[in-house]
């Protein structure tokens, strides 16, 4: 299925600036390339120069060597008709200048090619530097450009001379340029072609951007969190499936939001109005104002417990929360947890005890000491409630009908072989009322409460306490009763062991 693509204020723009980003890196790709070009150009131009000028200089040598004069056979005598013998056999180049004379007469006979010029049109400075024996090089003459020459000595009987050999660049200088203006040609036409395929390039690519743009723009005037449709191109679809992956984490972030809010006004909505009650009806004597303001004191560190609670939990539903696990020994930690709690215990006059049990061969585990006894205590609470219940709860049962032992917590530190592997195990167990099979899992959600608590509380610390285990790479579990006991509730906090140190 195709879609007719829009095309508006998003492409032009973007359209514009996709061709002259392509254009100028192209651009500036093609000029070095035409520039080691025109480089390898001039390089090969003077090489061959330099090897033409050689090649003459060995076949001097050649006919030097030989000698003979060919219309009588016998040696050349003088370095006239070595010269004129010379220079009837060879055929200068384009660009070449041969040039021959003796002691006594500096030009006796000279060669020039179709682009070459005479020895006379050279400058004198020039024409003097040629005619200094056995020399070579290159030079600049003020009419004719760059020169390069040898200069070679002859020998003929009792007599010398040279045979000068000399190349005027002006043409194969005028040949490079011509040939860098071609290619210079061909690189601004390659480059007008780049533009125009970019052109069409670029119009394809942000035609999926605008389709997506008017597509956004559609589902935005929607209420909540809009999704897109994903019919479409290849390319429109695939931004649509990505921006649609983000706006279900986005509304599952506002879900958390919305929930968030919710329990605030729920859980609050009881303590506000038990705190206006005692604020606009105090008692009438000394005595009832320090009862209520106990209580209003007891409701307002409840709703603080409460709101910070939220507040953890929130930051570990959307993951902002930085916990750092360390190797840690679990029997220091729950003596920590436990002893801190029996002091907050002994304060509330519950008369629950807790009992450690922790084998000594634990190995350590990975946790966040802090945040480990944090849970300790907040499961170590839930079990408080379960065997403690207040007189004045609703359906509430008469503490003195509770055996002793019932009112005992045991925490056990121990060794766990599960599916995953060895892991530390930390049980809390009480002999409470107990917690029904099939609410079991449930309980570590937000505001759950077992269906059986006469006196639920605010159903926030198995929440949290699951969470942070979570955020240690631990996991808490709920069980019935404890090994012995079908009655009651173990809540099992399983940790992974610490690596063990080299």
Do not use: C
Not at 145 to 169: F, K, P, Y
Not at 437 to 454: I, K, Q
Request: aromatic residues 2%; charged residues 25%.
């Amino acid at each position: 299925m195709t879609r007719t693509r829009p095309t508006g204020s998003l492409s032009a723009p973007a359209r514009i600036r996709v061709v002259a980003w392509i254009v100028l890196i192209s651009g500036l790709g093609m000029a070095l390339l035409l520039g080691s070009l025109v480089f390898a150009l001039r390089w090969m131009a003077e090489d061959g120069i330099r090897t033409s000028i050689t090649q003459e200089v060995e076949e001097v040598g050649v006919f030097a060597a030989n000698g003979l004069d060919p219309a009588t056979g016998e040696q050349v005598t003088g370095p006239d008709r070595f010269v004129e013998l010379y220079l009837e056999r060879q055929r200068a180049e384009p660009s070449e200048l041969i040039v021959g004379g003796s002691d006594a007469v500096p030009v006796i006979g000279q060669r020039a090619g179709e682009r070459a010029v005479g020895f006379e049109a050279l400058d004198a400075a020039t024409r003097e530097a040629l005619l200094v024996p056995d020399r070579s090089g290159r030079m600049t003459d003020p009419v004719q450009g760059t020169v390069s020459w040898a200069n070679v000595t002859i020998r003929a009987g009792e007599q010398t001379g040279h045979i000068v050999v000399a190349v005027l660049h002006r043409h194969v200088e005028e040949q490079v340029a011509v040939q860098a203006l071609l290619l210079g040609l061909l690189a601004l036409a390659g480059l007008a072609a780049t533009g125009l395929a970019a052109w069409i390039l670029a119009g394809r690519i942000l035609g999926h951007t605008a389709e997506f743009d008017a597509a956004v723009r559609r589902a935005a005037r929607g209420r909540g969190v809009p999704r897109l449709p994903e019919e479409g191109s290849d390319e429109y679809a695939a931004l649509a499936k990505g921006a649609n992956r983000l706006l279900r984490r986005a509304d599952r972030a506002l879900a958390r939001e919305r929930s968030f809010a919710q329990d605030i006004t729920l859980t609050l909505r009881t303590s506000s109005a038990m705190l206006e009650a005692g604020l606009r009806s105090p008692g009438g004597t000394a005595a009832h104002w320090r009862t209520t303001a106990d209580e209003l004191a007891a409701e307002a560190t409840r709703a603080r417990e409460l709101l910070d609670d939220l507040a953890l939990l929130t930051r570990l539903g959307s993951a902002d929360l930085a916990v750092e696990s360390v190797a840690v020994d679990p029997a220091d930690i729950v003596a920590v947890a436990a002893r801190g709690w029996r002091e907050r215990a002994d304060q509330d006059g519950s008369g629950v005890e807790v009992r450690v049990e922790a084998d000594p061969s634990v190995p350590a585990a990975r946790a966040e000491p802090a945040r480990l006894v944090q849970v300790l205590e907040e499961v170590l609470d839930n079990a408080r409630d379960a065997v403690h219940i207040p007189a004045d709860a609703p359906g509430g049962v008469d503490v003195s009908s509770l055996h002793p032992t019932d009112r005992t917590i045991l925490v056990r530190v121990h060794a766990l072989a599960t599916q995953e592997g060895e892991r530390v195990a930390i049980d809390v167990t009480d002999r409470g009322r107990g917690v029904p099979e099939e609410e079991r899992a449930g309980l570590t959600a937000r505001l759950a409460v077992a269906s059986n608590d006469p006196a639920p509380g605010n159903g926030l610390g198995l929440a949290v306490a699951h969470g942070l285990m979570g955020a240690m790479g631990g996991e808490l579990r709920i069980h019935g009763g404890d090994e012995v006991e079908a009655e009651g509730t173990t809540v099992r906090l399983l940790l992974e062991p610490a690596p063990a140190s080299s």
